[in-house]
C-alpha cells in the first residue's frame, strides 16, 4: 500500500492501491484509481516489454520477403501515431497542471509517458513485421487485446465518474479515455485483419496454396482457415487435386534431407564411439580377456542402436515437441481452474446475500478459461500431429534411401515384409507417442492433484477412492487377460480361414471344375462359426470391463460420499462438496485411463525405435567397389571396356570369396560369353563387375556406362513403354528398332492396349519370355557402352532366342559396336561369339574363342560334350518342340498367346487400388489396357439403404430391445444425479442431515442398477453385431461361390480377400464398438439437455440454436473427413508397392544409375499421401475446437440461467446441472467421431454387399432333372454348330464345331498354342456358356442341367496339379463319399501305396498349402488318384503327365489305359507323342476343326498335323 501512496498521492477516493469494499463487497464494482492508472495501464506494456527481444530476434531469423504499404498498415500506424501523441498530450498537461501548481500523483505523469513509449514500440515492431512478411501478427494481436481491456477499465470507471460527479469536473481526461480506448479499438479490429502476401517470398507462389500461412491469427488458433475445404467437400465430391500441396517445411525434399544430415552426423559420432571404446579394451587387457570385453562393447552398440536415431529425431523435431509439451501444460492449468470456479459458483448460489454480478463473473470466468483450455489443448494435438506427419516422411525417406545402397548381407536379412512395416507399422507408433509421451509424466501429475483437491473437501474420506481404485485393477486385469486369451483363438480361427480362403479363390477354377463349392464353403463356415463363438466371449468381456470402467466414478464418489457422511453425522455434504468432487472424479478418471494408453505406447515405440534402428544400421555398399575410371592403365588396356586384375570378391564378410584371383580383360566391342555348370559363379561375375559385391583384393575398371539384364526379370507397375523407356526420352524410330529387334512387336499387337498397356505388380500378367524380352529392350534402349546379360535367353523359345540373338547381341545385331558380357547356357551360339569364359568353382578355368577352346580339348571340351548328351537324352530336336513360356513368333504368323489372358486366373493377383502410373499415357488407351477392374471408392455420403441393411442383418426385434436398454439405463443415470442433488439439498438440522443411510443406499442401489444396464445395452449392440456379422458373410460367401469363372478371372484376388478379411473385420468388430458408443453418448447428450432444461428452463432458448449449429458442424465433418479418409486409404497403397519393386530391382537400378529418379518418385508419392493425410488432421481439429466453443457455450447459458434464477433455484439442482454442463464438450467431440467412424467402416457392408448383383452362373442343381433315372452311362459326345466366347467384347473362340465322339472311344486334342484346346473342355464343363448351339451328351443337352450334375459326372486331370492344405484323405475324396479300402486301390493303381504307407499319419498326412510338401510329379499322381476313385464315364486330360519322369509316365499311361477302358477319354496334349496311341485325333486352328481323323490318315494326308509332327522332330 506504501508504494501505492508514493505513486498515487493521497487524494480523496483514490483509496491506495487496492480496496476490497470497493471492488469486491459491493454491487457496483471498481478498481481504486491508483490501481487502474497503474497495475491495469501497466500490463499491456510490462507483456510487450518481456517478448520484444526474444520476438524480435525471431523476426530477424524468419524472413519471408516483405510486404508492401498496404491501406491496413496505413491505417494501423496512423492510428499508433494518434495514440502515441494522445498519451504523451496527457504528460504534457499533467506537466502545464503542475506549473499551475495543481498537486498530481506521480502515477499521472508515469502512466501515460510508459504507455506512449510502449505504443512507439509496437508501432516499430509493425513494421519490423511488414518488411520481414508477417501478414498477421499474434504478439501485437494480444498486446492490442490487453491494452482494449485496460482501456475498457478506464472507459466504464470514467464513465460511472461522470455519471456520479458531473462530466465537466476533469473534461480533458474524460475526452482523451474516450478518444483512446475507441483508437484501440480500432488497432485491436485492424490486427484481427490480414495483410497482403509479402514480395519476393521464398515461398512457391502457388493459387492452390495451404491457407494456413496466410490466414490471421484469430483464424489460425480455431482453424476457421480450413472451413473452405469443409465446404468444397459438401457440395462436391473431394479429389487430390482440390487438396492443398504440401507446405514446403512439410516436403520429403526438405525433411529427408534435413533427416540424413542429422542422422549421419549422430550415427558417425556413434561409430567413433563405439571404435575407441573396443580399442581401449582391445589395449588394456590380453588376449583372452579382450574377446569377451569385445563382445560386451557389441551388445552394448546393440542396446544402444537407437540412441543416435534418437538424437537425430531429437535434434531435427525437439524444440517443436517441448513447444507443443508448453500448450499442454497450460492447457492442465485451465483443466484444474474449472472445479475451483464450480466451487466458488455453488458458494455463490448457497449465499443469497452475495452480489448478483459475483455468478454473471464466475460464469464467464468459467467459460473463459473453458475456451483457453481448448484452444490449448486443440494446439497441442494440431503440433503433434504436424509433427506425426514430418517423422513419417523422414523415417519413409531414410529407409527408401537404405533400400537403395543396402549391400546383399544385409538383403538376406531383411524382407520386403518388414520394410514395409517399418514404414506403415512402425511410423504408426512413433507417431502414437508423439501424441502419447506426455501422459506418462502428465497423467500421475494430474492424479496427485486431484487427490489433493479432494482430500481438501472431504478430508481423509478422499483416501477410500484410493481402496476402490485397487479393487477395479486386479478386475480390470482378470477381464482383460481372459479377453485377451479369446481374441487369440478367434485371431487363430480367423487366420484358418484367411488361408483356405485364399486357397480356394486360387484354386477357384480347380474347384468349379469338380463340383466342390459346398463342401468348401461348408469349411468356412464351420470355421467361422468357432471364429463368432469366440468372438461372442470376448464381446461379453469387453461389455463387462466396460461397465466397470463407466461405473468407477459411480464407485468411487459412492464410497467417499458414504464413508464422509456415516463415520461421522456432523459431517454435511453440501451441493459444493458433492458436485466439485464429481467434477475432480471426472478429471480422475481420464488421467488413469490415460496413463496405461501412454506406458503402452511408450513401450511400443521403443521397439519400433529398436527395429527402425536396426535396418538403418545395416551394412551397406561400398561405392568405391567398382571404378568406373580409365587412368593408369597403360597404353595397352586403352582398347579395353573391362579390365580385372587379380580379383577376389564375396557377398558378404561372413562368406568365402565366390571369385577367386580372377584376370580378365574385355576389349571394347566385342562380344564374350560366360559359360560353366550352375553355381559356377557366373551371375556372381556380373554382379562382381556392378560393384555389388565386395572386392578383397585385386582392382577393376570399367569403361563407360554399363546396362544389366539380371536373370530374374524385373518388371515395374507401369505401361510396357515406361518399362523400356526406364525415365529416357522418347525416340520412335529407335524405340521400334529395340520393339523388333527383341521380338516383342507380335506381343504389343496383341496387348489390348499396344505399348500403352499397364504390366501388373511384378509383371504377373505377362508370360516369362515376355518379360524377360521387355528385360532386354529397356536394356538396348539405353544405348549404354557396356552390356551385362545374364541368361536373357533361358526363358524364351528356341527360335525367339535365335531372333534375339541375331537381331540384338549377334554380329549384325544392333548391340555390334558395344561390349557385351553374356552368360549363357544355349551351347549352339558359343560359335559366334569373341571369346568365351568357362568359370569352375569361381576361378577362371579357360578363356579364348571357341575354336581356340576346342582344339585345347580341356575343361571346355568336356563341358559342351557333357551337355550335348544330356540333349540327346531329353529326346531328339528338344529346344524346337516350342515351350510354353513365350512362343511369339511360330511359322504361321504372330502366336496367339493370350498375354492378358482370359483363361488365367493369376492374371491378377493384386488387390491393390491402382492409380494410373503414366499420367500422360492416352488415356483411352490405358483404360483399354487395364486388364483388372479397379477398386472403386466411395463419394459423398453413404445412402441409408446400407445402414437398413445393416440393422435388417442385426434384426428389428434386437434394435429395438437395444434403444430401450439404452433408455432405461440413462433414466437411472438421470435419477441417480437428481438424487443426489436432492441429498445435498436436505435441511442441516443440530449440525446433521437426516434419513443419511436411506440417502446412500438408494444412491449406491440406483448407481448398481445403472451399471447392470451400462452391461446389458453394451452386450446386446455387440452380440447383435455379432449376428449381423454372420448373415453378411453367409451372403458375400453365396455370392462369391455362385459366380461364374469370368468373375474370377476379372476381379484382382486381392479384391476379394480384401472383402473376406479387412471388411468382414470391420463388420464383426469395428461397427458394433462405434456404434456402442454413438448410442451411449446420443443418450448421455439427451440427459445433459434434460437436467439443464429441468434446472432453468429458459436454458431452451440458447440450447436449440446451438444444437442446430452442432448439427451443421457435424453434418460438414462428417462428409468431407470421410472423402478424405477414402483418398488418404488409396493413396497409401502405392507408396509401399513402390518399396517392393525398388527393393526387387535395386540392383538393376543401381546398374543404371537411376537412384535420383526412383527417389524423387518416393518424394513425390509421400508428398502426395502427406498431401492428404494434413488436411484429415487439420479437419478433426476444426471439429474439435469448434464443438469445444459449442459446448463451452452451453455450460456458460447453464451458469447464466441458474445464476439469474438462484432465488429459487436450490445449489443441488445448479451443481446438477452444471457438472453435467461440464461433461458436454467430451460428449459432443466423442458423439461425431463415432458418427465417423461408422460412416467410413459402413462402407465395408456395402463393399461386402457389392457381389449381390453380380451375374451368378446356372444353378447348381435342377430338382425333377436327372430324378430316379440313371444318365451318362454310355460316354457319347456330340457337338453341335458349337461356339463359344469368353467375354461378350471378345470374338469366338469355338466357332461353329460339329463333331461326334463315340462312347469308350479315345480322343487326342491337338493344335497349336491358342488354337482352342483347352477351351473345348472349358465348354464341355460350362466354365462358359454357349454362345450358340449345343453340347448333348448321352442325348442330353448340358445346358439342361444342374452344374453339379454335370460337373460330378465328368473327371477332369488338370495341366497343373492342385492340392489343398489339409489331410491327404481329404484331398483324394473331399465329398467324402469312398471307404478307405477304395483309396486304397487307387493309390496301388498310381504308384502311391508304398509312398503313402511311410508317412507318419498315411492318409491323415496333413498336406501344406498348395500341398507343397509333395513333389510336382507326386501331387499329379494324387490327382489320377482323385480321378481313379471317380471313375466316370468321360475323363478330360489336360496335359497331365507334363511333371512327371519318363517311366512314371509310362506307367500312368498304361494305368489309365486299362482303368479307363469303358470310359471315354479327352486327352489334350501339348505335346504330340502323348496323342499317338489314341482312336482318332482331333486338330484345331484358330477355333475351328482342321482335320480330325485316325493316325494313319493324317500321317497320309501330310496336312496341319504332319506339320506340327515335323515341328517336333517326330516325322
Not at 664 to 674: E, F, K, N, R
Not at 899 to 909: E, L, P, R, T
Amino acid at each position: 500500500m506504501a508504494a501505492g501512496r508514493e505513486l498515487c498521492g493521497s487524494r480523496e477516493g483514490s483509496a491506495g492501491l487496492w480496496d476490497w469494499n470497493q471492488t469486491w463487497y459491493t454491487n457496483t464494482p471498481r478498481f481504486t484509481w491508483c490501481f487502474e492508472s497503474t497495475v491495469i495501464a501497466w500490463i499491456p506494456c510490462a507483456y510487450l516489454w518481456i517478448c520484444f527481444p526474444f520476438y524480435y530476434l525471431y523476426l530477424r531469423h524468419k524472413n519471408n520477403g516483405y510486404i508492401r504499404m498496404s491501406h491496413i498498415f496505413k491505417t494501423k500506424m496512423a492510428l499508433g501515431f494518434i495514440l502515441v501523441i494522445l498519451c504523451f498530450s496527457n504528460v504534457f498537461f499533467v506537466l502545464w497542471e503542475t506549473s499551475q501548481g495543481i498537486p498530481r500523483a506521480p502515477a499521472f505523469f508515469i502512466s501515460p509517458a510508459v504507455v506512449g513509449i510502449t505504443m512507439i514500440l509496437a508501432m516499430f515492431l509493425t513494421q519490423v513485421e511488414r518488411m520481414m512478411g508477417i501478414q498477421s501478427s499474434a504478439i501485437l494481436l494480444i498486446y492490442w487485446l490487453l491494452s482494449f481491456m485496460a482501456a475498457v477499465v478506464m472507459f466504464s470507471s470514467k464513465v460511472q465518474h461522470a455519471l456520479e460527479r458531473g462530466f465537466l469536473e476533469d473534461h480533458f481526461r474524460h475526452v482523451t479515455t474516450y478518444i483512446y480506448a475507441s483508437l484501440v479499438l480500432g488497432e485491436l479490429v485492424l490486427f484481427c485483419l490480414v495483410d497482403h502476401p509479402p514480395f519476393f517470398s521464398k515461398a512457391v507462389n502457388n493459387p492452390n496454396q495451404c491457407p494456413e500461412a496466410s490466414s490471421s491469427f484469430l483464424s489460425k488458433i480455431t482453424y476457421w482457415w480450413f472451413s473452405g475445404l469443409v465446404w468444397k467437400g459438401c457440395q462436391q465430391s473431394l479429389g487430390v487435386d482440390d487438396l492443398w500441396p504440401v507446405r514446403k517445411e512439410d516436403s520429403s525434399e526438405e525433411i529427408v534431407a534435413w533427416a540424413e544430415r542429422e542422422w549421419k552426423k549422430c550415427h558417425s559420432r556413434n561409430q567413433q564411439k563405439v571404435e575407441s571404446a573396443t580399442f581401449k579394451k582391445g589395449q588394456k587387457s590380453e588376449n583372452g580377456i579382450a574377446e569377451a570385453e569385445e563382445t560386451e562393447v557389441l551388445l552394448q552398440s546393440e542396446h544402444s542402436q537407437s540412441r543416435p536415431l534418437l538424437k537425430a529425431f531429437w535434434s531435427m523435431f525437439g524444440t517443436y515437441f517441448l513447444l507443443s509439451t508448453v500448450c499442454l501444460v497450460i492447457c492442465d492449468i485451465f483443466l484444474f481452474t474449472i472445479p475451483k470456479l464450480l466451487s466458488l459458483f455453488l458458494e455463490f448460489i448457497e449465499d443469497q446475500e452475495a452480489p448478483s454480478w459475483h455468478g454473471y463473473f464466475y460464469a464467464f470466468t468459467m467459460f473463459l478459461s473453458a475456451c483457453l483450455q481448448t484452444l490449448f489443448e486443440q494446439r497441442y494435438m494440431y503440433m503433434c500431429l504436424v509433427l506425426g506427419l514430418r517423422l513419417k516422411t523422414a523415417v519413409t525417406g531414410l529407409v527408401y534411401r537404405k533400400i537403395l545402397v543396402m549391400s546383399n548381407a544385409s538383403r538376406k536379412t531383411a524382407t520386403v515384409g518388414e520394410i514395409v512395416n517399418l514404414v506403415s507399422v512402425d511410423v504408426q507408433k512413433l507417431m502414437d507417442l508423439i501424441i502419447y509421451f506426455n501422459g506418462t509424466w502428465l497423467a500421475p501429475i494430474r492424479i496427485i492433484i486431484c487427490f489433493i483437491f479432494l482430500w481438501q473437501l472431504l478430508g481423509p474420506s478422499a483416501l477410500t477412492s484410493i481402496a476402490v481404485f485397487l479393487f477395479l485393477l486386479p478386475l480390470n486385469f482378470v477381464i482383460t487377460k481372459k479377453r485377451s486369451q479369446f481374441q487369440e483363438t478367434q485371431m487363430k480361427h480367423k487366420d484358418e480361414r484367411a488361408k483356405l480362403t485364399n486357397a480356394i479363390l486360387s484354386d477357384i477354377k480347380v474347384i468349379k471344375l469338380y463340383g466342390w463349392e459346398k463342401t468348401f464353403m461348408e469349411k468356412v463356415l464351420g470355421i467361422r462359426k468357432q471364429e463368432l463363438q469366440a468372438l461372442k466371449r470376448s464381446q461379453i468381456l469387453f461389455s463387462a470391463s466396460l461397465a466397470s470402467f463407466h461405473s468407477s466414478t459411480f464407485l468411487i464418489a459412492f464410497v467417499m460420499f458414504a464413508v464422509y457422511t456415516l463415520v461421522d453425522n456432523t459431517q454435511v455434504l453440501d451441493a459444493q462438496k458433492a458436485f466439485v468432487s464429481l467434477t475432480l472424479i471426472n478429471i480422475l478418471n481420464t488421467a488413469h485411463s490415460f496413463l496405461p494408453f501412454s506406458i503402452n505406447a511408450a513401450v511400443q515405440a521403443k521397439v519400433s525405435l529398436n527395429r527402425l534402428a536396426a535396418f538403418l544400421n545395416l551394412e551397406e555398399l561400398n561405392p568405391e567397389s567398382s571404378s568406373i575410371n580409365t587412368s593408369d592403365c597403360g597404353e595397352l588396356l586403352l582398347q579395353a571396356s573391362i579390365t580385372v586384375r587379380n580379383g577376389t570378391f564375396c557377398w558378404s564378410k561372413e562368406t568365402s570369396p565366390c571369385l577367386r584371383r580372377l584376370d580378365l580383360t574385355v576389349p571394347q566391342g566385342s562380344l564374350l560369353a560366360v559359360v560353366g555348370q550352375v553355381g559356377a559363379g557366373k551371375s556372381s561375375l556380373l554382379s562382381a563387375l556392378l560393384g555389388e559385391l565386395k572386392k578383397m583384393d585385386g582392382y577393376m575398371t570399367l569403361k563407360g556406362t554399363a546396362a544389366y539384364v539380371p536373370q530374374q526379370a524385373w518388371i515395374q507397375n507401369a505401361s510396357v513403354e515406361d518399362n523400356i523407356l526406364f525415365g529416357k526420352e522418347m525416340d520412335e524410330t529407335w524405340f521400334n528398332r529395340v520393339i523388333d529387334a527383341c521380338a516383342l512387336q507380335p506381343d504389343l499387337e496383341s496387348f489390348p492396349a499396344g505399348q500403352k498397356s499397364e504390366i501388373g505388380e511384378k509383371g504377373i500378367n505377362i508370360s516369362g519370355g515376355q518379360k524377360q524380352r521387355v528385360n532386354l529392350a529397356r536394356a538396348v534402349y539405353q544405348k549404354a557402352s557396356i552390356y551385362l546379360l545374364d541368361d536373357p535367353l533361358s526363358a524364351v523359345d528356341a527360335h525367339v532366342g535365335q531372333h534375339i540373338f541375331e537381331h540384338v547381341l549377334g554380329r549384325n545385331g544392333l548391340l555390334k559396336d558395344k561390349t557385351r558380357v553374356l552368360v549363357t547356357h544355349t551351347i549352339n551360339i558359343l560359335s559366334q561369339v569373341d571369346n568365351i569364359v568357362l568359370l569352375v568353382d569361381g576361378t577362371i578355368s579357360e578363356i579364348g574363342s571357341y575354336q581356340e577352346l576346342l582344339q585345347r580339348n580341356g575343361a571346355f571340351a568336356e563341358f559342351l560334350h557333357s551337355h550335348i548328351t544330356a540333349e540327346e537324352k531329353a529326346g531328339a530336336g528338344f529346344p524346337a518342340i516350342g515351350d510354353t513360356k513365350g512362343t511369339i513368333t511360330s511359322r504361321n504368323g504372330p502366336s496367339q498367346e493370350k498375354v492378358f489372358s482370359d483363361n488365367s486366373v493369376k492374371s491378377s493377383a493384386t488387390g491393390r487400388e491402382t492409380i494410373p502410373v503414366s499420367q500422360h499415357c492416352n488415356t483411352a488407351a490405358a483404360t483399354k489396357g487395364r486388364l483388372t477392374k479397379r477398386e472403386r471408392t466411395q463419394h459423398g455420403r453413404v445412402n441409408t439403404s446400407i445402414y437398413a441393411a445393416y440393422l435388417k442383418a442385426t434384426g428389428l426385434p434386437l434394435c429395438v430391445y437395444i434403444v430401450l436398454l439404452f433408455t432405461c439405463q440413462q433414466a437411472v443415470s438421470f435419477s441417480r444425479g437428481y438424487w443426489l442433488s436432492m441429498w445435498t439439498d436436505d435441511p442441516v438440522q443440530n449440525g446433521t442431515q437426516q434419513h443419511t443411510e436411506l440417502r446412500v443406499g438408494v444412491f449406491g442401489a440406483l448407481g448398481v442398477i445403472q451399471a447392470l444396464g451400462r452391461f446389458a445395452s453394451t452386450a446386446a449392440v455387440l452380440l447383435g453385431g455379432v449376428l449381423a456379422s454372420h448373415k453378411l458373410f453367409l451372403q458375400l460367401l453365396r455370392n462369391v461361390a455362385r459366380s461364374p469363372m469370368i468373375f474370377f478371372e476379372q476381379t484382382p484376388i486381392g479384391n476379394l480377400l480384401n472383402r473376406f478379411s479387412r471388411e468382414i473385420d470391420a463388420i464383426d468388430s469395428v461397427i458394433p464398438d462405434k456404434l456402442k458408443s454413438l448410442l451411449g453418448f446420443f443418450f448421455n447428450l439427451l440427459e445433459i439437455y434434460l437436467v439443464i432444461i429441468v434446472a432453468t428452463p429458459r436454458a431452451a432458448m440458447a440450447i436449440v440454436p446451438l444444437t442446430v449449429l452442432y448439427a451443421a458442424f457435424q453434418h460438414f465433418y462428417v462428409i468431407t473427413s470421410c472423402q478424405l479418409r477414402r483418398i488418404e486409404a488409396a493413396s497409401r497403397s502405392p507408396i509401399y508397392s513402390h518399396i517392393s519393386e525398388t527393393f526387387q530391382g535395386s540392383s538393376v537400378i543401381r546398374a543404371y544409375k537411376d537412384q535420383e529418379r526412383f527417389i524423387l518418385k518416393n518424394n513425390f508419392l509421400v508428398d502426395e499421401n502427406q498431401r492428404i493425410c494434413f488436411p484429415g488432421a487439420a479437419a478433426d481439429r476444426w471439429l474439435a475446437t469448434n464443438l469445444e466453443f459449442l459446448g463451452n457455450g452451453i455450460v456458460l447459458f447453464a451458469a447464466l440461467f441458474a445464476a439469474m434464477g438462484r432465488t429459487h433455484l436450490s445449489p443441488g439442482t445448479a451443481g446438477f446441472s452444471i457438472s453435467c454442463a461440464l461433461q458436454i464438450t467430451g460428449v459432443l467431440n466423442w458423439m461425431v467421431r463415432s458418427w465417423t467412424e461408422i460412416e467410413n467402416n459402413i462402407v465395408s457392408v456395402e463393399r461386402v454387399r457389392e457381389y449381390l448383383r453380380t451375374p451368378k452362373e446356372a444353378p447348381w442343381t435342377l430338382n425333377g432333372k436327372l430324378q430316379g433315372q440313371v444318365w451318362l452311362t454310355e460316354g457319347r459326345i456330340e457337338f453341335r454348330n458349337y461356339s463359344l466366347r469368353y467375354r461378350p467384347n471378345l470374338e469366338l473362340a469355338l466357332k461353329h464345331v460339329n463333331l461326334t465322339i463315340h462312347g469308350q472311344e479315345k480322343i487326342g486334342i491337338t493344335g497349336r498354342t491358342g488354337a482352342g484346346k483347352s477351351t473345348l473342355a472349358v465348354g464341355l464343363l460350362r466354365l462358359v456358356e454357349a454362345a450358340e448351339g449345343a453340347i448333348l451328351i448321352d442325348g442330353l443337352d448340358i445346358a439342361q442341367l444342374g452344374l453339379h450334375d454335370l460337373r460330378t459326372k465328368i473327371t477332369v486331370i488338370p495341366q497343373d496339379p492342385v492340392l489343398f492344405s489339409g489331410s491327404l484323405r481329404m484331398n483324394l475324396d473331399p465329398l467324402n463319399q469312398y471307404t478307405d479300402a477304395d483309396i486304397w486301390t487307387a493309390l496301388e493303381l498310381t504308384q502311391l501305396k508304398n509312398f503313402v504307407a511311410d508317412l507318419p499319419d498315411q492318409l491323415e498326412y496333413k498336406c501344406t498349402d498348395q500341398g507343397e510338401n509333395l513333389s510336382t510329379g507326386q501331387k499329379q499322381l494324387v490327382c489320377l488318384a482323385r480321378a481313379l476313385l471317380q471313375k466316370a464315364k468321360i475323363l478330360i486330360l489336360d496335359e497331365a503327365t507334363a511333371a512327371v519322369d519318363l517311366e512314371t509316365d509310362l506307367q500312368i499311361q498304361s494305368t489309365l489305359r486299362t482303368q479307363f477302358k469303358d470310359s471315354t477319354v479327352l486327352t489334350i496334349a501339348h505335346r504330340i507323342n502323348t496323342v499317338m496311341d489314341c482312336d482318332r485325333i482331333l486338330v484345331l486352328e484358330n477355333g475351328r476343326i482342321a482335320e480330325f481323323d485316325t493316325l494313319e490318315h493324317l500321317i497320309a494326308q501330310k496336312g496341319l498335323f504332319y506339320r506340327l509332327m515335323e515341328e517336333s522332330g517326330l516325322a
